[in-house]
Each structure stands twice: as structure tokens, then as C-alpha cells.
């Protein structure tokens, strides 16, 4: 015991493991269920990868659609026919505008990704949680822990963790 001031009864190693393999076994997920899980997330996929290319196609075609209106512009300021004022303003507004489109392709891109990635590397971190558990060293043991969550405390020798946000569900 660090804290000599602590009231809570003291906890034997085997015991406090014990309740660590009841915590991942918890986080086990049934193989059925990963198998439905990922030919969901490839169907899904495939989906969000059609609607996202349709969606970019779009994109791609307003901004050559701002390219051609900064080009005639540019051609009306060098024919005179547009003051540099006007011209200024309604060059910066279309360049503002285009800026947004690739904010936005950018973005969509990565989110759908990373949604992906994540889901993936949950269920492949449950499935082999509880073997490196019971198999690993005690660095292993202790990496596996930071990453099932924070606040871990014993009341009546009992393990209360509060799990990240990725291992809730």
C-alpha cells in the first residue's frame, strides 16, 4: 500500500488478475458477430465509397466550374471591361469559396476512413485482448490495461475501471 491512510483491505495479485480476465472477457466479442460485423462495415464501405465518389464528382465539377468563372474574370480585368476594386472582391469570394470545396473533400475523405479504421482495430483488439492478457509479460499486461481505460480503483477488493470511450458499448 502507497497511501498508509487508505481503510481498503489489501488485494492478493491472483485475485485482482482474476478480475482483470472478467473485464476483458466482458469486451470478448462472439466470432459470429465479428464475421457479421465485417462483411457490414465492407458493405458499408462499399456504399459510403459510391456515394462519396459521386459526391467528389460534384465537387470536382464546381470547382472547374469556379476555375472557368476566375478565368473569365481575369479576362474581363485584362480587356478592362471589370474594375481592379470588383475584380478584387469577386475574385476573392470565388477563391473562398473554391478553398471551402477542398476543406470539404478533404474532410469527407479522412472521417469515413478513420470511422473505418477504428471499428476495425476494436474488434481485432477484443479478439486478442484476453490471450495477450493471460500470455503476456507484465509490460503486456500493463499496456493492455492503459488502453482499456483509466480510473482504475478497488473498493471491497472489488476492480472498478472507468473504460475508454472505445471499449463502451
Not at 459521386?54 to 464546381?62: C, D, F, N, Y
Not at 470547382?63 to 480585368?77: A, C
Not at 500470455?135 to 478497488?154: A, E, I, P, T
Request: aromatic residues 8%; charged residues 35%.
Amino acid at each position: 500500500k502507497a497511501d498508509s491512510n487508505c481503510k481498503q483491505p489489501a488485494i492478493r495479485e491472483e485475485a485482482l488478475e482474476k478480475q482483470f480476465k472478467e473485464l476483458l472477457d466482458s469486451l470478448v466479442i462472439p466470432d459470429s458477430f465479428v464475421s457479421w460485423a465485417r462483411k457490414w462495415v465492407k458493405q458499408e464501405t462499399e456504399v459510403a465509397e459510391i456515394k462519396q465518389d459521386v459526391i467528389l464528382k460534384q465537387q470536382q465539377r464546381k470547382i472547374e466550374k469556379l476555375n472557368q468563372e476566375i478565368s473569365n474574370l481575369v479576362k474581363l480585368r485584362i480587356n478592362d471591361e471589370l474594375e481592379a476594386d470588383i475584380f478584387k472582391a469577386q475574385k476573392a469570394s470565388l477563391i473562398d469559396e473554391k478553398h471551402e470545396i477542398e476543406s470539404a473533400m478533404y474532410l469527407d475523405t479522412d472521417s469515413d476512413s478513420h470511422r473505418i479504421d477504428k471499428t476495425i482495430e476494436f474488434f481485432e483488439f477484443c479478439e486478442i485482448a484476453h490471450i495477450h492478457f493471460n500470455k503476456g509479460n507484465y509490460d503486456d499486461k500493463k499496456l493492455l490495461l492503459q488502453v482499456l481505460g483509466s480510473r482504475f480503483y478497488l473498493k471491497d477488493q472489488k476492480l472498478k475501471v472507468k473504460l475508454s470511450d472505445a471499449c463502451r458499448f
